[in-house]
């Protein structure tokens, strides 16, 4: 009935800006029968609970992958490293004397990789990086962050 | 100033020698054995984790660091009356791993005394090791001192069924942080061994105990443990002077625990770090340890060695050869009636990097 007459209507009259009016009109009527959207960051206990999984599934990735052969000669990192102990990410980043500079702990991580187990090092930002980080920061949970400590 | 040999003094002395040839023999042993022990030297190398990688191929790290220990070992100035070599001579018990170690252990000039550890027994049960290599639990005099050797990686037979494949039980024993691992023991059959061994002992006789883990509890989590250390401590309780040397930590470890010293030898492989500094964990690390230096990763060799073991009167002094580091020394003080480190400790010596965390 809005299109049929009363635009056609208003078209005549010269009133355009009443088309824009009209739609909203007509908007707002649908939107009164419908949900109102999700805020920005209001979750729930169920998210928590669901990303808590998610972290938790690469955290037990991270182990798999720790304590694997990641280089060419069988070792792994648990072997120096039982439970991520003697790792201290919580003081990376930090200079490390021998590479030479400030780097964060993937870094270090590729060291090892290339060192002491004989293999390629991993893409910083790889699944691979990031579930062995979140492995190592889990077995670390609690300790203060000390960044650039020895 | 020496004194002159003069044909007076020659011949007091050789009245002197006389008057000893003809004392009863049993006097004689009995200033050179029950009473009182001759000072020898020993060497200690243990944990080589001799790791098979494929075909000939072996990690050469390891490798490195037992050759290093044999090495130094031979030009050892005193000679050692003998080597014992402490357990984990290879990593998965593998035939290749062994055979391996015993031909590098064979550039070896002096004896050796065999330990057996978890990851040479658990492939095999100990099939290699008893063919090849040492019976797993024996004892014998030497000097004065009774050396008692004990398998005390053993555990539970309901653990050992549950694998599917040797390997898999080798691999389970192997990793030291297994949420599914089982702690060691010495079981009954070798605490009912022991009893009848040390019973021809008399208390006065200092007693060697070696093992492969230590014989107390320190941190089960990793099996730094042995589940019916009590019992075994004590059938070792009525002897005045019992040392125990074990490896399995692969760090500076020493304890008194009564009557009894504990100390651990390094490993010629790699360093573990100390149970404290898994943050989650609860440890009963021993505060009479002052902490080796905290492995440098960037220098291979850090935090690994070997001992070379005085024995003085029944007592162990533990030299320490730590390859790129300062050696350490561990001495049993007499007034405290414990081992200490004869540099660092008191605790105004103690130098930064020995703090761990």
């Keep these: ?150 | 100033m020496k004194k002159k040999t003069t044909r007076r003094n020659f011949l007091k002395g050789a009245a002197a020698a006389a008057a000893a040839a003809s004392l009863p023999l049993s006097l004689v042993e009995f200033s050179w054995g029950k009473q009182n022990p001759q000072n020898f030297t020993l060497a200690y190398i243990s944990d080589s984790h001799l790791t098979h990688i494929k075909g000939t191929e072996f990690v050469r790290n390891f490798d490195k660091g037992l050759k290093r220990a044999v090495t130094e070992c031979n030009f050892m100035s005193p000679k050692p009356d003998f080597v014992i070599y402490g357990g984990d001579l290879a990593q998965l018990g593998k035939r290749q791993e062994l055979e391996h170690g015993l031909e590098i252990m064979s550039r070896l000039r002096h004896p050796v005394k065999w330990v057996i550890g978890e990851h040479d027994y658990y492939l095999d049960l100990g099939r290699f090791w008893q063919d090849k290599i040492s019976k797993l639990t024996y004892s014998f005099d030497h000097k004065g001192v009774h050396f008692v050797v004990l398998n005390s990686i053993l555990t539970y037979d309901s653990w050992m069924k549950q694998w599917e494949t040797p390997e898999e039980r080798m691999g389970n024993m192997a990793r030291l942080d297994n949420p599914n691992g089982s702690p060691f023991m010495v079981g009954e059959p070798q605490i009912k061994w022991l009893k009848k061994d040390l019973a021809k002992v008399d208390a006065d006789t200092p007693v060697v105990v070696m093992s492969h883990s230590p014989l107390y509890k320190i941190f089960k989590p990793w099996n730094f443990w042995t589940d019916d250390a009590e019992q075994v401590q004590a059938v070792l309780k009525p002897f005045k002077k019992v040392t125990v040397l074990h490896g399995h930590v692969h760090q500076i470890l020493y304890n008194q625990i009564g009557n009894i010293t504990f100390q651990a030898m390094m490993s010629t492989a790699w360093p573990w770090p100390y149970p404290v500094s898994y943050a989650q964990k609860k440890s009963q690390v021993p505060k009479l340890t002052v902490f080796m230096n905290r492995a440098d990763p960037f220098a291979e060799r850090d935090a690994t060695g070997w001992s070379i073991l005085d024995l003085d009167s029944g007592r162990v002094t533990n030299h320490y050869k730590l390859w790129e580091n300062q050696d350490r020394t561990l001495r049993f003080d007499e007034k405290l009636k414990a081992p200490v480190d004869t540099r660092y400790q008191d605790e105004s010596s103690r130098i930064p990097p020995q703090t761990h965390y």
């Design chain 1, 1 to 150: 009935m809005l299109h049929s007459y009363i635009l056609p209507a208003l078209k005549r009259t010269g009133l355009v800006v009443a088309e824009a009016a009209c739609l909203l009109l007509l908007a707002s009527m649908i939107q009164m029968h419908a949900p109102s959207p999700a805020l920005a960051d209001e979750f729930t206990k169920e998210d928590l609970a669901k990303w808590e999984r998610q972290f938790m599934d690469v955290v037990a990735e991270g182990e798999k992958l720790f304590h694997s052969a990641l280089g060419r000669n069988t070792v792994s990192c648990d072997m120096c490293h039982p439970n991520g102990a003697n790792t201290h990410p919580e003081t990376y980043p930090k200079f490390q004397k021998q590479i030479g500079k400030v780097v964060g702990l993937r870094e270090m991580i590729n060291w090892c990789i290339q060192n002491p187990l004989e293999g390629d090092p991993l893409d910083l930002d790889s699944p691979e990086m990031v579930a062995l980080e979140a492995y190592i920061k889990y077995e670390r949970r609690g300790v203060k962050l000390a960044p650039g400590k020895h």
